[in-house]
Structure formats: C-alpha cells, structure tokens
C-alpha cells in the first residue's frame, strides 16, 4: 500500500491504473478509522480493483466551537488498518494541499435545501464544509465509485444530489450502519464517552426501534417525534432532534411518501451522537393514517 501526500504523486498513480483498464473505487475518511471504515473498503474492494482512501480532517466542516483541534488525528494506525483491509493506496493531503489559498478563499459548494434542515440547522456550514472537500477530492482521486456510510444520512443524500447536479461521473454508494454488539452506531466520536457515557448510549438506537414500532402502530408523527425526545432525556441524552422525514429528500413526512427515515441527534457529554431508521410504510397500513 502507497501513502501519497500531494495531487502530482496521486494523478501519477490514477493515471497508471486507468492506462491499465483498472476501475478506482474511493472511500473518503477523516481518520480515526474503526470497523465501520474497514467495511467501506471491503465493500469497495469488491466494486474495483483499485481502492483508494483518503484521510483528511476538514476545516471547513468544523463550526468554531466544535472539535476540530480535539478530533484525533492517527495515521499511523490508520495507514495499518487500511492495509490489512487491503487497499492499495492512503491519500494524506495536508491543508495547504487542499485548500492552497486557505479555506476562507475557497470556492465552495453549496446544496440547497438538504444542507439546511436537522444537523445543517444545528450546525450552520458543516455540509457547505462537506460538499465543499468531497466535491474537492473527487476531482482530485477521480474515482468510478465512492462509498459513504448510511450512518450519516444525511450526508449521503447531500452528496448525491452534488453529484447529480453536478454531472459528476461517480457512482455513490450508501453502506448500511455498522454497530456494536449493543446497537451503538460505530462512530470515530464514540472515543469521546465516558464509561458511564458509553453505558448509556445504546439508548439512541433502542429509542429509534421504539418510534419505529410506533409509527408502524399508527401513532401521529408528531407525537412519535415528542415521544422519542422524551425517551432520551430520561435516558440519560440531551436530544438535538428526531424527525420523521421523506426518505429521498428529507421533507417532512407526508400520506403520499411510501419511504420513511427516522432521523435523530443526541447530545451525551462531549459526544454528539447521530443514527437513523428506515421506515416502510407499506409494511402497515396504519401508518399511512400517521401522515395525514
């Protein structure tokens, strides 16, 4: 495995393999890799020959009091790690190679409307910070398919729709949440919790079953969302928000909408935990009378 640190050595590599006929899969991190990175370039090992990773922790997507000095940075575990899984090559671009005129002048991008409900609400910029990077390392890797964890949903749907309104020839691929043996969504920020934290944070996805199990029972959105803020904070989490939305572009809910997401963000001592949980309601029809 190579570990390349600027745009010259990286289109030097992409261009041999592509004069080969070799398809480039590309999995962008931002570091402080876990099992659910490593099942990206499993699952991107067998969409093309040749797997690139990224590891990159983006200033753009930190607000000014969140953890962007705190975030661990660890490339010599992750270089191990990403070899053992078997990619073939680590970009590791410093912040002057991304962003040379700094990124307070840099050109971004921005999408409407996705960028700007539930995390983009509560975080103003992040998905600008986002689009911005990932549109940035697609031009520079150039990849044939780029894999992003379902765990961030939100994320996923805002990269799609940059890609797609970008013309941008890569194809996106969503991977299902890997958890932990208790339902916790693995996460690079689950290192921020305490024992006692820790102990409690499975709660997130058992209360995102509960409100599963509601809707299907028929019970009003609204009152599944309140439901659910209630259930974290007597478990021990300061809700940010659960919402039920439109799977495709995050609108509220509505009768005609056959796919569903629960969507929820938590807050447990430093760690800002996030999950989610698909919905289909032609799995009971009761819960088309939830969405009127």
């Not at 102990?199 to 199990?213: G, H, N, S």
């Not at 259930?231 to 919402?243: C, F, H, I, S, W």
């Not at 807050?267 to 969405?291: C, E, F, H, K, S």
């Amino acid at each position: 495995m190579k570990t390349i640190e600027t745009l010259e050595d990286l289109r030097e590599q992409v261009r041999a393999w592509r004069g080969a006929g070799e398809r480039v899969a590309f999995v962008p991190t931002m570091g402080n890799l876990h099992a659910g990175h490593l099942t990206l370039i499993a699952e991107a090992r067998a969409r093309a020959p040749r797997v690139v990773a990224s590891i990159f922790v983006n200033p753009m997507q930190f607000g000014p009091a969140e953890d962007l000095d705190a975030y661990p940075r660890t490339l010599a575990r992750d270089r191990e790690l990403l070899e053992a899984a078997g990619c073939d090559l680590v970009f590791a671009p410093n912040v002057a190679t991304v962003y040379p005129r700094g990124s307070e002048a840099q050109t971004r991008v921005e999408v409407p409307g996705l960028s700007d409900v539930l995390c983009g609400e509560s975080r103003p910029g992040h998905f600008r910070g986002v689009a911005t990077v990932v549109c940035k390392l697609f031009n520079m890797v150039q990849p044939d398919v780029a894999l992003f964890g379902e765990k961030d949903f939100q994320q996923l749907l805002v990269i799609r729709r940059m890609v797609e309104d970008l013309a941008m020839p890569v194809e996106i691929v969503g991977v299902p949440t890997v958890r932990e043996p208790d339902g916790l969504a693995m996460s690079s920020r689950n290192g921020y919790l305490s024992p006692s934290e820790r102990a409690r944070a499975p709660a997130l996805r058992r209360v995102l079953t509960a409100a599963r199990q509601s809707l299907l029972a028929g019970t009003a959105a609204a009152s599944v969302e309140r439901e659910a803020e209630d259930a974290l904070r007597e478990a021990g989490l300061a809700p940010d928000y659960v919402r039920v939305r439109a799977t495709h572009d995050l609108r509220p809910a509505t009768q005609a909408d056959r796919d569903l997401v629960i969507l929820a963000a938590a807050y447990l001592g430093q760690a800002r935990l996030i999950d989610n949980l698909r919905v289909q309601p032609d799995a009971n029809a009761a819960l088309q009378q939830t969405l009127r």
